[in-house]
């Protein structure tokens, strides 16, 4: 079967090994009339991956914010009222999220820049480059994920150990590398199937 994912904006959690997720916000592919397996949508200028760089950017709601991919078939969570479910199960009973649209005169290739904030690691968009089929992978949605591998739609390809590296992790998009802050090294993760 094919698994299914939902884009997922997480509060800070001081304390993850015993404090349950609080989920800001939820999106699906749907909403930006793309698939929601992980390989449908996880292109450099799908409609829902744009919107996602723009909420990341410092310009979005969402600058500097956990993020992760769920799928649905990932782990479960091991506290709190979602206890038992995973977190694209626990946004199920939800109906209220908002549909954002990209602001008229967003340049999403400005964004160069994905920042990992948690492990100081960065990934220049500009070296993505197309697979055979003519499309280029974002790695984005690949390093956010969690339960790929479990279901069809999912990545089987290049650096496919890659895939959940950055799951929970608080991400940014940039225009420039953080020059404040010290100790960013560059991951190199072409994806290609």
């Given amino acids: 079967m094919g698994q299914y ?10 304390d993850p090994e015993s404090n349950p997720e609080v989920v800001r916000h939820c999106m699906s ?10 390989m449908e949508h996880s292109y450099v200028g799908n409609p829902c991956v744009k919107v996602v760089e723009y909420l990341l950017s410092q310009q979005g709601p969402f600058y ?27 946004t199920e009973e939800r109906e ?3 549909v954002f649209s990209l602001p008229r005169g967003f340049d999403n290739s400005a964004y160069r820049y ?3 904030h ?11 480059r197309e697979d055979s089929y003519g499309y280029t992978i974002h790695p984005l949605p690949l390093l956010v994920s969690e339960g790929n591998g479990g279901g069809g739609g999912d990545y089987r ?30 991951l190199d993760c072409e994806f290609r199937e």
Avoid: M
């Fill in 118 to 128: 948690t492990k100081k690691e960065y990934i220049d968009k500009s070296k993505c």
């Fill in 157 to 186: 390809g290049h650096n496919d150990d890659l895939c959940g590296r950055w799951a929970r992790d608080v991400i940014s998009l940039e225009r420039d590398l953080p020059s404040g802050e010290r100790g960013f090294t560059e």
């Fill in 29 to 38: 592919g749907h909403q930006y009339g793309s698939g929601v397996k992980l």
């Fill in 5 to 14: 994912y939902k884009i997922i904006f997480l509060a800070e959690n001081e």
């Fill in 96 to 98: 209220d999220w908002l």
């Fill in 64 to 90: 500097k914010t956990r993020l992760v991919w769920a799928g649905d078939y990932a782990d479960t969570e091991t506290y709190g009222e979602g206890q038992g479910q995973n977190l694209y199960h626990i």
């Fill in 114 to 116: 994905v920042v990992n």
